[in-house]
């Protein structure tokens, strides 16, 4: 009986991949915070002060459930890129939004904060228009980027 039992699909239990599922991570389940935007501006606020150059804003929402904001700066070397990037994840340790994640900081030709709903590129000229972030999302004018290479 018990094998009759076991060989009933009824019984046996779906799998995982067989699980009803429910996508809350698409691209309208994601809509930007008033946290968000107070990050945002933060950080804004600290490239200015850092004299980061070309910043250029990607709104994300609707386009991917990654982050509201990407944000996109220059620096002229890579101890610039380093110093913005040591002082900015300072400032949202010290506004109460934590502690950002941070890759790339040893070699400091491209250096990605995610803050949550900000993440933010900073690159040396060179590797930014090498990786061309810009028009990989899709934001930006293109003629203006292949005449700058």
């Known amino acids: 009986m018990t094998q009759a039992h076991a060989a009933d699909p009824s019984q046996v239990p779906a799998s995982p991949s067989r699980a009803p599922t429910r996508d809350t991570t698409g691209p309208a ?40 904001h990407m944000v996109i700066a220059s620096g002229r070397s890579t101890r610039q890129v380093a110093a913005m990037a040591g002082k900015l994840a300072e400032r949202l340790k010290a ?9 790339g900081l040893p070699a400091a030709d491209w250096v990605l904060i995610d803050a949550g709903d900000v993440v933010v590129h900073l690159f040396r000229p060179e590797v930014r228009s090498f990786y061309n972030l810009e028009r990989m999302w899709g934001f930006g004018d293109e003629s203006a980027a292949a005449g700058s290479a």
């Open 29 to 68: 389940a994601r809509q930007p915070s008033a946290e968000s935007g107070a990050i945002h501006a933060l950080v804004l606020d600290q490239l200015g002060e850092d004299q980061a150059q070309d910043v250029v804003t990607i709104p994300l929402g609707g386009k991917s459930s990654i982050a509201d």
């Open 95 to 103: 506004s109460g939004h934590g502690s950002p994640r941070i890759e």
